[in-house]
């Protein structure tokens, strides 16, 4: 009889195995997704995890907490970038991995249940060098790693009738706690005079500031500025506030336009610009003064 417990589980494959057999032949190959499976078995060995099963280019493991999951990841993520025997023409192999916690069976050294099911949709959804994980996760994280993610969409499931909120784990960032000397240092440069953006949209108001550096717009109702719109992405673009600069990220199929008070007009789609000043935020096309799509936005000090 299985044992009903609670547990991060994460996958994690090759990107493009196929191309790599196609491109290299079936020996390097083998010896390349070989050496992924190795980092990836003994990223999970190290962070008190366990392998579950490794199908192909693909391991399943398992870690009693949403901590030891992530660490393992950024481990595996880290080591795949940095190894020397897995550059193809100068293009590294990569490697996706998803993320989520939640009740499993364990029965026979293997585990089932819905949570498995959702874990490895999250892989589906991350794109190379990504990690990709749930809500659920995220709340059961520590401070330092849930300082590491943002919400970068929402999606439907296959088998689930809600959406279900992607969260991206930034992996590559320095260890946060490095992070928070230099924020104060910088806050005291500038006599304590703190910093925040003001978005405007339709009477609505967001502020982007140190006690909310991280807010999303979109058609989505879950954004903190819903935008509607044929051209609008559900998850359309996000405003970050990091070392005292803000950021404006576009997770978009159209882009995101920009045009400063001087007039001057900016385009960014599946990419990152800074803010500043003020000016007008358009979400799939340019942002016109006279139309009720256009965000106002303020840098204020």
Not at 46 to 55: A, E, S, Y
Not at 139 to 145: A, F, I, P, S, V
Not at 194 to 205: D, F, K, M, P, T
Request: glycine share 8%; net charge negative.
């Amino acid at each position: 009889m299985g044992k009903e417990t609670e547990l991060a589980i994460l996958f994690a494959d090759v990107v493009g195995s196929t191309k790599l057999y196609e491109l290299l032949g079936d020996l390097r190959a083998r010896d390349m997704v070989g050496i992924c499976i190795d980092v990836m078995r003994a990223a999970t060995d190290q962070n008190h995890g366990t392998v579950i099963k490794t199908m192909g280019d693909e391991v399943m493991s398992t870690f009693p907490t949403a901590d030891d999951a992530l660490n393992a990841a950024a481990q595996m993520q880290k080591q795949i970038v940095l190894h020397p025997s897995l550059k193809v023409d100068e293009q590294i192999v990569a490697i996706r991995i998803g993320c989520h916690f939640g009740p499993v069976v364990v029965e026979n050294r293997d585990i089932f249940g819905s949570a498995v099911h959702t874990a490895n949709r999250m892989t589906s959804q991350a794109k190379a060098g990504q990690i990709i994980t749930t809500a659920t996760m995220v709340e059961r994280l520590t401070g330092d790693w849930r300082a590491l993610v943002r919400q970068i969409d929402v999606a439907t499931l296959k088998g689930r009738s809600s959406e279900v909120a992607l969260f991206e784990v930034l992996w590559q960032t320095e260890d946060i706690t490095s992070m928070v000397p230099a924020i104060a240092i910088t806050s005291r440069e500038r006599g304590n005079k703190a910093l925040r953006l003001r978005l405007r949209y339709q009477g609505q108001e967001v502020l982007v500031e140190d006690s909310r550096a991280n807010i999303t717009l979109g058609r989505a109702e879950e954004n903190d500025l819903v935008i509607k719109g044929n051209l609008i992405s559900r998850l359309h673009a996000r405003v970050e506030f990091n070392r005292n600069k803000f950021m404006l990220i576009d997770e978009s199929t159209n882009g995101t336009f920009v045009i400063g008070k001087d007039g001057e007009e900016a385009f960014v789609r599946r990419d990152s610009m800074q803010i500043r000043g003020e000016g007008l935020i358009g979400l799939g096309k340019a942002p016109d003064s006279n139309s009720s799509q256009v965000i106002r936005y303020t840098c204020e000090e």
